[in-house]
């Protein structure tokens, strides 16, 4: 049995979203920038695309600007209020300690540009709360932006708190909304969002295609120059069967959102509860406030890559963290972040589930990580050095 179980990373394309992308590769194939009636065919789909998805997020669809996925669109969102904000002497930014690497990576740049950036601490609950950004908040912060759920320990932030807060302080708020779209429940203007990014990929979608949500009245600067494509906002011709395939999965994903959450929840309780018999172990993030697909475990005295290598060998496919980082041998900066040490965080293991998860195979994984944590174990000289005593367990 081969068990995908690595969907954070990315997903499987649904048949819904191949069959919605197929007619604009070779039948509806013209640029949507063209007058000619060929051009403007395509034209309308990409508009019919456009309020698809504002209608998922509960926004205008003049307020949803196509991308090539989640990283530009932070990038875009986070340049945007920090150099609109200098103009007003605004050089503050706050953000969090366990972001995507698309924003810490951007934030590290506009620091080096002379912007002051203040991450909120994730220690406490693995989690942030909206009083650590009020209380953050400051007469010359330009920008909160904090992730809706983060990709590696599942944790889901207090994202309709925060909106308040910021809304109450005039300050924009941006999320990374990557992991959240397509499987929580997102309402932009309820929240107080004043800009979201998401990606196509993490919900059944193609990859290399994602938006970006920017309320109206919210000025934004190029990331792209060029042509006039996206009211003059991102330049390049649409991807316009990428766009239609993404339209269609999220608004499938939307549409079955309640059925699909009640599924992979399940089946995340029982990885956990599975999980967790295995002696010096930890869970990894919110516990209550949590992603219904993740489960993110530290195991003491064994290292994520050898688990990996073995688990694969097994028919399990998983994760240690983020696909981004994976050819890192560093300790995730999100384990670090929430104050796992250096050797606990190295024995990392993400599983990310989807609705085509069965629960036969949660029971096989549950079967074989158990085995494989036991063998490399039996191997591993750090683990002896804590079992006869000359080391301590953290765990």
Not at 159 to 187: R, S, Y
Not at 264 to 281: D, K, W
Request: glycine share 8%; hydrophobic share 40%.
């Amino acid at each position: 049995m081969q068990v995908y179980a690595d969907n954070a990373a990315t997903t499987q394309m649904s048949a819904v979203a191949l069959e919605a992308m197929l007619p604009y590769f070779n039948k509806i194939y013209g640029n949507p920038s063209s007058l000619h009636s060929v051009g403007q065919e395509a034209k309308e789909a990409l508009e019919d695309a456009r309020a698809r998805v504002a209608k998922c997020l509960g926004c205008e669809p003049r307020e949803i600007i196509f991308t090539s996925g989640g990283s530009e669109a932070d990038n875009q969102a986070i340049r945007s209020a920090a150099y609109y904000g200098a103009r007003k002497n605004k050089k503050h930014i706050i953000s969090t300690a366990f972001e995507h690497h698309a924003v810490l990576h951007t934030l590290e740049k506009l620091e080096k540009e002379g912007f002051e950036v203040t991450l909120l601490d994730v220690s406490q609950g693995h989690n942030i709360t909206a009083q650590q950004v009020k209380d953050a908040i400051r007469a010359d912060t330009c920008l909160v932006t904090t992730m809706y759920a983060n990709n590696e320990i599942g944790s889901v932030l207090p994202i309709g708190e925060i909106g308040a807060v910021c809304k109450e302080a005039g300050v924009p708020f941006h999320t990374d909304a990557v992991q959240a779209a397509g499987h929580l429940q997102i309402d932009v203007k309820a929240q107080n969002i004043d800009m979201l990014s998401l990606s196509g990929h993490k919900f059944h979608g193609p990859k290399g295609v994602g938006a970006l949500y920017v309320r109206r009245g919210i000025p934004l600067v190029n990331v792209i120059e060029g042509g006039a494509q996206e009211r003059g906002k991102r330049a390049g011709t649409e991807n316009i069967p990428a766009i239609m395939g993404m339209a269609a999965a999220l608004e499938d994903a939307c549409g079955h959102l309640q059925e699909n959450m009640a599924k992979v929840t399940a089946m995340r309780e029982r990885l956990i509860e599975g999980l967790s018999q295995i002696p010096h172990c930890a869970l990894n993030g919110d516990r209550e406030n949590r992603l219904p697909n993740n489960v993110s475990f530290c195991f003491e005295g064994i290292e994520g890559e050898s688990l990996l290598l073995l688990l694969d060998m097994k028919g399990v496919c998983a994760s240690s963290g983020s696909a981004c980082t994976s050819g890192s041998l560093d300790p995730s900066h999100v384990l670090l972040a929430i104050g796992r040490v250096h050797d606990v965080a190295h024995g990392s293991l993400r599983l990310s589930l989807s609705e085509y998860n069965t629960p036969e195979e949660v029971e096989h994984i549950l079967t074989v990580v158990p085995e494989v944590v036991a063998y490399l174990r039996s191997i591993s000289p750090v683990w002896r050095d804590l079992q006869t005593g000359k080391r301590q367990y953290i765990l």
